[in-house]
């Protein structure tokens, strides 16, 4: 099943589901339940980062529809889940939290930055649950990213 609206996973941003997606990839499990992804989740060969399409897995973290908004005069994605508003630019290896600005790094502690890719935003799997708080597992065994680990 395609996910483009938030539908059955909004929940106001409480960013408690599971969500568990293999890179590359067109599948994405939300709570155990599989879901087709709009386009194929990959590895930055610049920074050997999981990139993800931002909006597809703000949804699946139960954020409402119009909490992912795009500016195309800046090249920036805001997400807003009420107290906690994060933005990502185009080309930038900082994304800025309620105003503050915070470099984003791979595990190596080399920059990493959002980038467009078939005509949607992709950020590092990491970086956009580190901006949220919460947790992240990268299995390297099955090159799966996961949110809220079991």
Aim: net charge negative.
């Amino acid at each position: 099943m395609l996910i483009e609206t938030p539908g059955e996973f909004a929940q106001g941003g409480d960013f408690g589901h599971y969500v568990r997606v293999t890179i590359p990839g067109t599948v994405a499990y939300v709570n155990d339940v599989a879901r087709t992804l709009p386009v194929a989740t990959w590895i930055c060969p610049q920074s050997s980062s999981a990139m993800v399409p931002i909006r597809f897995v703000s949804y699946a973290l139960g954020l409402d529809e119009g909490a992912v908004r795009w500016d195309p005069e800046t090249s920036t994605v805001t997400v807003d889940a009420g107290v906690r508003i994060v933005q990502f630019q185009t080309g930038n290896s900082f994304y800025v939290v309620n105003g503050v600005p915070i470099r984003m790094t791979n595990v190596a502690g080399n920059p990493v930055e959002m980038q467009i890719r078939y005509e949607r935003s992709f950020v590092p799997f990491r970086a956009l649950g580190e901006a949220f708080n919460i947790p992240v597992e990268w299995c390297a065994d099955t090159a799966t990213a996961i949110y809220n680990p079991r």
